[in-house]
């Protein structure tokens, strides 16, 4: 057996369980193990409540004190579907072109979602200012430089989980700018001398050396 280090990257979402006050306790405790040796956190809000944002800060924001020291924050703003247009776009198929597309049966032209059958009237109260200033808080609180952090507007997203509007977006900046460290991690991990557990935790009979 080798000695255990933690994986080089993990990716992670610290969601806001909102409407569940029963999970939200239950999944409080595992958040900073979840979080431990992160290269990135994504803190998930809902754009339609705002209580959800300051939520996402009282509450979850400590849970990320077990992240690498060189992890780095998305502040993500979900349910875009239900405040702008743009992501009420359901994307297009990839794997077929135009031309591909059979006659017979055409791809439905893209329509705005309607709300979800029972669900309120919703709007906007957490604007893209509103995250930009909890990105510069969070930063604030992790004790990093703003100036050499990457900046709001790259790391801040709205998207859509029902849509997926800006999903692929998000996971692919992050993926771009933590595949870097990844790999470097790797080859440092790859370097670095591993103790041999084994020898250590073998019975007394079996010790090969002096080890403990
Ligand atoms: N319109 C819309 N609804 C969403 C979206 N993502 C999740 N929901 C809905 O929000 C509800 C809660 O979603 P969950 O996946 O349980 O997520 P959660 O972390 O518990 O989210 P909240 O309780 O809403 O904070 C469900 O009814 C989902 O269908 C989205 O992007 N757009």
Redesign the pocket.
């Known amino acids: 057996m080798k000695s255990r280090q933690a994986p080089c990257g993990t990716l992670l979402t610290v969601?806001?369980?909102?409407?569940?006050p029963h999970?939200r306790e239950q999944f409080h405790g595992l958040g900073s193990m979840y979080c431990r040796g992160a290269a990135a956190v994504i803190l998930?809000y809902?754009v339609t409540?705002w209580q959800?944002l300051k939520e996402l800060e009282e509450r979850f924001l400590s849970l990320t004190d077990t992240a690498n020291h060189d992890c780095i924050y998305a502040i993500v703003g979900?349910?875009?579907?239900?405040t702008d247009p743009r992501a009420q776009l359901l994307p297009a198929d990839p794997a077929q072109s135009p031309a591909e597309v059979p006659s017979a049966c055409p791809t439905p032209p893209a329509s705005p979602?309607s709300?979800?059958p029972g669900?309120p009237a919703t709007q906007q109260q957490v604007g893209r200012e509103e995250a930009a200033a909890l990105y510069g808080r969070v930063l604030r609180y992790k004790g990093l430089d703003e100036g050499g952090s990457l900046p709001a507007d790259r790391m801040c997203f709205e998207?859509?989980?029902?849509?997926g509007y800006n999903v692929d977006l998000l996971f692919e900046t992050l993926f771009d700018l933590v595949l870097p460290s990844i790999l470097r991690k790797r080859t440092e991990h790859r370097r670095s001398p591993t103790v041999d557990l084994e020898d250590c935790c073998e019975p007394p009979g079996r010790r090969r050396g002096g080890c403990c």
């Open positions: 969601g806001t369980m909102w409407d569940s999970g998930t809902d409540s959800s979900n349910k875009a579907d239900l979602l709300p979800p669900s998207t859509s989980a029902r849509t």
